[in-house]
């Protein structure tokens, strides 16, 4: 039986409540499958710079360092709003993160889970039954990392830059989603203004030949932007560069109506010791401080985010589907946490919430 | 009594058929108003490829230099969408337009009249009666034209760059438009992340000083783009550099629901020998080859691109709140097409509805 070091990094806001109910989640699932998890906790974010001075201490890199995976929660809060923006608990502690680990595929799923259609800001005769939309973002290049950027006194720049390498692997990472999906992957790019982006449709195309049962399209990002809107159930990949996969998968997750239900992988291409896919696993949502402490927060995202781990990382399928299952049997069965709360449900808190899907499970 | 030259640039798809309704419009306002307009036509776009080989004709641009304004219907189509981007109608006529004639200020109104409320994809209860949000968007400078750029054997990239001058510009331009609406500027920017955009909001707040009465807020382009599904009503001006203006103003003309109904203007700091300053206004959606030529089309895009025209432009501002006036009646008294029609209301044709605009005026 393997034993798993997971990183766990609760961060700020809601995310030590939330962050409760995913372990205990994982704890009940090594009573029913063959496998252990070692967790260790560490600071991250916000309460990092308070103890620390800084929002991604050393001790919590090594800690990341050792693990089969990360398991993180949110960071941020008006507290530290106006730090200068480097040093803010977002990009000082999840920028590095990304870059440090290579992270450079970050999974984003945008799903409405039917039992909540009713949420979505669309129409209903758009929406449907819902959609299920996997937006594949580029993490570690484009715009948020190309060099030179700077400020001067007069202007401020940045560079896009895109290398074949790059294009290929978040490529490859696309065209695999969609296998296991429903073999389609649109392309999302600006090829009419922007030569980074001409490159990569060209590259992304021609990976696409060593998938030929992949239907492949592109689509310019504004363009994209529209037809999330008008008819999200169109897509069924969507592959992003960093910046258009940034604005692309917020816009499509507040779409689904339930921001509080989404889940995120980044992951690298290193195997660890253990053969899994070293990765980091959040919920899509921020750290909400306004109902923070409250017991009120929707720890669904955070439950699905360490079913992620389980089924893209640390190679148990099989245990993170059954975390899916659960969810999907207690929205069913009607209860609801507040942010998702509509008539005739029974509405929770968030420790009820996560003891009902540990039942479930 | 003031005569002014418009070059009138039809272009491909329905251009030319909703052009002809907005010059009918301007017609008949000739007779009620004390100016007269002198009108010419010349080749854009893709038709402009068929007959000379390229999509902006030297000619075409010197029927311009001499015009006090561009009134410009659309372009492009699956006939010339093969082409390589810098020879294809919208990139090779449209963006040396902006740059040639320095048409920094893009104004780009989404709005929902409240006869239309229902034709947006958003949940009633979000749209409520409706929303008038004005996108300020740079239109010559950010990542669209920064140096270097281009493409190598293994790599592509880009500059996003703003100078000082560039963003106090499109400030002023932002501010000053909502003097005269809510007193209200978002400008939207991605300062956690990027330089320029750290610039971008230290500029622009530098330039508030200069409006006491506007209230400023900035916003991450990522959540702007949430926001916008989530509570459009919360926006008066929202402004953009060129890229994040182009995704978020495509986003809003698609929550409004009827694309068909906005027009455009993109400003330079020209004045003309009229008086005028210089401008193109341009509908904000595309040139639609499926519908064209079937007399089908919503002309009421060009036609209020007409007025935007005499409003920004030829500073005929009695003229154009005619033009916006009349439309209004239009819609009350129920008269749709086919893009926006609904049960209960009179479904009409092109040149029915431009003749129906025409005599309410
Ligand atoms: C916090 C910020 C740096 C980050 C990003 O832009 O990538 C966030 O918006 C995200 O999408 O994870
Ligand atoms: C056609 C294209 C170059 C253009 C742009 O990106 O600016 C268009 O999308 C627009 O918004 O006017």
Redo the contacts between chains.
Sequence with gaps: AKTYKIAVLPGDGIGPEVMKQALKVLEKLQTIYDFSLETEEADVGGCAIDKHDTPLPDSTIELCKKADAILFGSVGGPKWENLP?EK?P??GAL?PLRKMFDLFSNLRPAIVFPQLADAS???AE?IGKGFDILIVRELTGG??F?QP???EK????????????QIERIAHSAFKAAEKRNKKVCSVD???????????RETVTEIAKQYPDIELSHMY???A??Q???NPGQFDVLLCGN??G??????A???TGSLGMLPSASLGEKTTDNGAIFGLFEPAGGSAPDIAGKGIANPIAQILSAAMMLIYGLGQEEAGNRIFKAVDKVLTEGYRTADIHSEGCKKVGTEEMGNLITQAL
Tied chains: 1, 2.
């Excluded at 940034?246 to 816009?251: A, F, M, V, W």
């Design positions: 923006p803010q977002e990009r920028l800001p669309l129409k758009i715009i948020y190309g950027k700077g400020k007069d202007r401020g720049f940045d560079t896009m830059l895109y290398t074949r390498e600006k090829a009419n203004v922007l030569s980074t982006m001409v490159f990569w990002v504004d363009n932007a529209m999330l809107v008008k910046m258009f940034d604005i692309l998968s917020d816009e997750a507040m779409i």
